[in-house]
């Protein structure tokens, strides 16, 4: 599902039946224009968070992200979305506080550049993550640094073009499996293996040091906006996506 209208709305509440993942594509650029109407939607935590970016771009990006949130989850949930109360965990992953926890409604959101990606699933973890491609930076080191031997190894086999991107590809795959977790950095990335192979539906090689726990997650290559990839790590098999 796309959104770039800054009239965005819901005709009637959304379904989310057990067996689907929900991936919403969001054109930044397009609805930022819209603040004023997007800032109505926020509560007044997430306003004076917005009020603290630096730079106008960022907090229209992020008061866009935000309300659009806000109004995805309540047609999930048949709320009002500045009723909806958040709650954190001690890695910060949000969730939906009571009364509406009990809808068993997951959900994570990422954006890059002028694109975010909102995902919602009914009683599956999930983490998602995309990344505007570029070449601008030292990605030999990085990967030295963040990258497991497997996926350092991958890499070096790659033609020197192609590296950039399979960097991203590497780097989007990991972070959506973190961010599926919860356990932000504490878990450490050289424990577990990801492939670098464009489209790559099964793309969690390896765990460490539980080698099993590899098989209880489906991480994949998700479409997002030309110059940008995306993944989406979810809990489980057997759900079918929509976006």
Not at 113 to 140: S, T, Y
Request: proline share 5%.
């Amino acid at each position: 599902m796309n959104i770039s209208d800054v009239a965005f709305s819901l005709q009637s509440p959304l379904s989310l039946p057990e067996d689907e993942v929900h991936l919403w594509n969001v054109d930044l650029a397009a609805v930022a224009e819209a603040e004023p109407r997007w800032k109505q939607i926020l509560s007044e935590d997430e306003q004076a968070r917005a009020s603290r970016f630096h730079f106008s771009k960022d907090r229209q990006h992020f008061t866009a992200t935000r309300a659009l949130l806000r109004m995805i989850l309540a047609g999930y949930v048949h709320s009002d979305p500045t009723e909806l109360v958040f709650g954190y965990s001690h890695k910060e992953k949000p969730s939906l506080s009571s009364p509406r926890s009990d809808s068993q409604v997951e959900f994570n959101v990422s954006h890059s550049g002028a694109i975010a990606l909102l995902a919602f699933a009914r009683g599956r973890l999930l983490g998602v993550d995309v990344e505007q491609l570029r070449e601008n930076f030292d990605h030999e080191t990085i990967a030295r640094r963040f990258f497991s031997e497997e996926e350092q190894r991958q890499l070096a086999m790659l033609e020197p073009p192609e590296r950039y991107d399979a960097f991203f590809r590497c780097w989007t795959r990991k972070e959506a499996y973190i961010k599926a977790q919860g356990s932000g950095l504490s878990l450490p990335l050289h424990q577990f293996d990801v492939s670098l192979k464009p489209g790559d539906d099964n793309a969690l090689l390896s765990t460490r040091p539980d080698s099993s726990e590899a098989a209880n997650w489906s991480l994949r290559e998700v479409q997002a906006a030309h110059g940008y990839v995306a993944a989406l790590c979810v809990r489980g098999h057997g759900w079918r996506l929509t976006s």
